[in-house]
């Protein structure tokens, strides 16, 4: 069975950093695109970074630029996400998701990932 697991969430202080793991079972993760989504309450579900299958990374939201990072480890079966100088307006659940077939690109929206994770919290506040 495909499943997707992230970790790593929390609460920080603004300006804090925060990685997130997202870790595969039932498939190589290598083999496909995977992409960070958020979810903060009251919001509806935003992408926030992706990266493709042959290591390109597509940026969903502006505010994260300069911020934020995503990258993988195949020897762990795992992608990561990176988040640097943490906003309270970056308090949100984080999913990792990927697509159905392997060697898809980053989709332009969440409709075009199949695989989500349960999320995990990021909490910033003082």
């Known amino acids: 069975q495909l499943q997707l697991v992230e970790s790593g969430g929390g609460l920080v202080q603004p300006g804090g950093s925060l990685r997130l793991s997202c870790a595969a079972s039932?498939?190589?993760?290598?083999?496909?695109?995977v992409g960070w989504f958020r979810q903060a309450p009251g919001k509806e579900r935003e992408g926030v970074l992706c990266?493709?299958?042959?290591?390109?990374?597509?940026n969903y939201v502006d505010s994260v630029k300069g911020r934020f990072t995503i990258s993988r480890d195949g020897a762990k079966n795992a992608v990561y996400l990176q988040m640097n100088s943490l906003k309270p307006e970056d308090t949100a659940v984080y999913y990792c998701a990927a697509p159905r077939h392997y060697g898809a690109s980053c989709p332009p929206t969440s409709g075009g990932m199949d695989y989500w994770g349960k999320g995990t919290l990021v909490t910033v506040s003082a």
């Open positions: 039932g498939f190589t993760l290598d083999y496909y695109s």
């Open positions: 990266i493709s299958f042959s290591g390109g990374t597509t």
